[in-house]
C-alpha cells in the first residue's frame, strides 16, 4: 500500500517517532574491543547508575551497581560516547574533596580513568559534568566502571551518593 503524501510536502511520510530510548542491558564480562568511535549514526541516551558512602582519603576506589555488594565494570554492548556525569547525595558535601571519574579499557586490568572527572561541590548535594560527544569514546566491548578519590579533610555526615555516567551508544553496532 502506497505511503499517503503530504499536501505541502509530497515525499513519503517519516516514520513516527517513538519517546524514549529501549533499555540497554550491559554484561559483566570483559570481550574484545572492536572498531573507532562513532560521531554520527543512531545513537540512544543510557544511564549507568553506581552508589557509594565515600569515606576520606580513599585513592580510585571503586564504585557498586545497584544491588551488588562487590565493584563490578560494565562490558559496552556497543560504541560510545560518556556525555555527562552527575551525583545526587543524601547530605550535603561539607569539607575537603572528592572527584568521580569514570574509566575505560579493553579489559578489567587495562582500566584508565577518563581525564576530566566530576568535583562534588561543598555545600552541595548534587551536581552534573557534561561533556562533548566523542571527548571519552569507548569500543564495543570495551569497559566501563567508576572511582571516586577523596582527600584526608573529606566530610559529607556520611551522605550516601547514586553516581550516574551518562552515554550515548550507537545501536547500529550490534
Given at each position: 500500500?502506497?505511503?499517503?503524501?503530504?499536501?505541502?510536502?509530497?515525499?513519503?511520510r517519516p516514520s513516527p517517532i517513538t519517546i524514549g530510548a529501549?533499555?540497554?542491558?550491559?554484561?559483566?564480562?570483559?570481550?574484545?574491543?572492536?572498531?573507532?568511535?562513532?560521531?554520527?549514526?543512531?545513537?540512544?541516551?543510557?544511564?549507568?547508575?553506581?552508589?557509594?558512602?565515600?569515606?576520606?582519603?580513599?585513592?580510585?576506589?571503586?564504585?557498586?551497581?545497584?544491588?551488588?555488594?562487590?565493584?563490578?565494570?560494565?562490558?559496552?554492548?556497543?560504541?560510545?560516547?560518556?556525555?555527562?556525569?552527575?551525583?545526587?547525595?543524601?547530605?550535603?558535601?561539607?569539607?575537603?574533596?572528592?572527584?568521580?571519574?569514570?574509566?575505560?579499557?579493553?579489559?578489567?586490568?587495562?582500566?584508565?580513568?577518563?581525564?576530566?572527572?566530576?568535583?562534588?561541590?561543598?555545600?552541595?548535594?548534587?551536581?552534573s559534568t557534561a561533556f562533548s560527544p566523542g571527548t571519552h569514546?569507548?569500543?564495543?566491548?570495551?569497559?566501563?566502571?567508576?572511582?571516586?578519590?577523596?582527600?584526608?579533610?573529606?566530610?559529607?555526615?556520611?551522605?550516601?551518593?547514586?553516581?550516574?555516567?551518562?552515554?550515548?551508544?550507537?545501536?547500529?553496532?550490534?
Amino acid at each position: 500500500m502506497p505511503q499517503p503524501r503530504h499536501p505541502i510536502n509530497p515525499g513519503p511520510r517519516p516514520s513516527p517517532i517513538t519517546i524514549g530510548a529501549p533499555e540497554v542491558q550491559y554484561a559483566e564480562t570483559a570481550v574484545p574491543a572492536a572498531g573507532p568511535v562513532p560521531t554520527t549514526g543512531t545513537t540512544s541516551l543510557q544511564a549507568l547508575t553506581f552508589y557509594v558512602t565515600p569515606a576520606a582519603s580513599q585513592s580510585s576506589t571503586a564504585l557498586l551497581r545497584p544491588g551488588s555488594a562487590a565493584a563490578l565494570s560494565l562490558v559496552a554492548p556497543y560504541r560510545g560516547s560518556i556525555v555527562a556525569i552527575t551525583h545526587s547525595a543524601s547530605a550535603n558535601k561539607t569539607a575537603g574533596t572528592c572527584t568521580f571519574t569514570p574509566r575505560l579499557g579493553a579489559g578489567t586490568t587495562s582500566l584508565t580513568k577518563i581525564k576530566e572527572g566530576h568535583a562534588w561541590n561543598n555545600g552541595t548535594a548534587n551536581g552534573s559534568t557534561a561533556f562533548s560527544p566523542g571527548t571519552h569514546g569507548f569500543n564495543k566491548g570495551d569497559v566501563l566502571d567508576i572511582v571516586y578519590d577523596t582527600d584526608a579533610a573529606y566530610t559529607s555526615s556520611g551522605a550516601a551518593v547514586e553516581v550516574t555516567i551518562w552515554v550515548y551508544v550507537d545501536q547500529n553496532d550490534a
